[in-house]
């Protein structure tokens, strides 16, 4: 008999057809979330869960007894409780690397997208603002030969390195816990502390994943020791920064712009005053969303879930639950 899974995500026909292949699947269709009631008792008695984003944590876990696995369409995989998960012995996998390249891609378009202005000056033609005679008014800063301070040298952090360095002769800066030998051999990365990275860097992007250390790792003590030209830019998890002091730090100039793609809640509140300023370039949390991206990232979520109900290792087991491996002593 094939294991029962919820797949809680709209994925690809290839996907799907590989998931129905091996597992007896419901799948959630609609764009709209299932609501909680309905969500639940979807889970009640399956071993297997593929979703993104959604809380695995000791409530969910009490709704799904059966549940061995669950699949982060994700690389990052915050919304697991891991040591519910590990007391409960329930797997949890994700989807690093396939998305590097293209997540890397989008944070060059949001520096870009800062530091010339595109969106806001979008906004001035369309509303007939553009007036003969403009030209300081319209000025940006250069990306090229700026220095660049990257927190969070991991996967998508390196590709942004590479992007960097060798597309813009930037001096890239960065900031991790340990220091990563490759990016500095590479890309001629400089590894420093977090404060002067802050202090020397043009534009800072935030790539480390989200985690007790590092939510709201930028608040206003680091606003402050940022350059006041500079432009911070967040495409990691919206709660890595404080958004509160990040919103004053642009109202009062003490950095020059923002650009980002995740927020503390998704999606932005209507009233979030992000949306009245002119310094800040908002995306709606899209750093890995191409056709392509998307479907490698399913077919690898699913391919982890099929590996793990089958008893084997899932090739992308969350390195917290690497004990629940199966075939690991317990
Ligand atoms: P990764 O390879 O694990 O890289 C994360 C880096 O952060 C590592 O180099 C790690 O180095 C560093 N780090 C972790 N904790 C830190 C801390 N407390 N202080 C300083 N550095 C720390 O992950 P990735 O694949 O590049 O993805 C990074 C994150 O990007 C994901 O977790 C996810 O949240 C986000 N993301 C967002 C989107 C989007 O759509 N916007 C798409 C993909 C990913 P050390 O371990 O040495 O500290």
Redesign the pocket.
């Known amino acids: 008999m094939k294991p029962k899974v919820y797949v809680a995500r709209k994925v690809p026909p290839e996907v799907k057809a590989y998931l129905t292949e091996h597992c007896d699947c419901e799948f959630w269709e609609s764009r709209e979330r299932p609501g909680r009631e309905r969500f639940f008792a979807a889970i009640a008695d399956v071993e297997g869960l593929l979703t993104a984003g959604t809380p695995v944590n000791d409530e969910l876990l009490d709704h799904a007894p059966r549940l061995r696995i669950v699949s982060n369409v994700?690389?990052?995989y915050?919304n697991f409780d891991v040591e519910a998960m590990k007391r409960r012995g329930v797997m949890g996998t994700h989807t690093?690397g396939v998305?590097?390249d293209t997540?890397a891609d989008?944070t060059m378009a949001l520096i870009l997208a800062a530091a010339r202005r595109v969106a806001e000056l979008d906004r001035l033609v369309r509303k007939g603002g553009w007036v003969k005679g403009m030209d300081r008014e319209l000025f940006g800063v250069d990306v090229h030969h700026a220095t660049l301070g990257i927190?969070?040298?991991?996967?998508?952090?390196e590709a942004v390195a590479k992007r960097a360095r060798l597309g813009f002769d930037m001096e890239v800066l960065y900031?991790?816990?340990?220091r990563?030998p490759e990016a500095e051999a590479r890309y001629g990365a400089v590894y420093v502390p977090l404060d002067e990275l802050l202090a020397r860097s043009d534009f800072v992007v935030v790539?480390?994943?989200?985690?007790p250390?590092?939510k709201k790792?930028i608040g206003r003590e680091q606003l402050a020791r940022m350059k006041p030209t500079a432009i911070l830019v967040n495409?990691?998890?919206g709660a890595v920064v404080d958004e509160a002091a990040l919103i004053e730090a642009l109202r009062n100039g003490t950095i020059r712009g923002a650009a980002l793609?995740?927020f503390e809640q998704e999606p932005v509140h209507p009233d979030n005053p992000l949306l009245t300023l002119d310094n800040v370039v908002l995306l709606p949390?899209?750093?890995?969303?191409t056709e392509r991206t998307r479907t490698a990232m399913a077919m690898l979520a699913a391919r982890n879930l099929v590996a793990g109900l089958k008893g084997e290792v899932p090739p992308n087991l969350v390195p917290e639950l690497k004990d629940l491996a199966p075939g690991r002593p317990v």
């Open positions: 994700s690389v990052g915050d690093p998305l590097d997540v989008l927190i969070g040298m991991g996967r998508i952090g900031h991790n816990r340990s990563k790539l480390t994943p989200l985690t250390e590092t790792m495409v990691s998890r793609d995740v949390h899209i750093g890995s969303a």
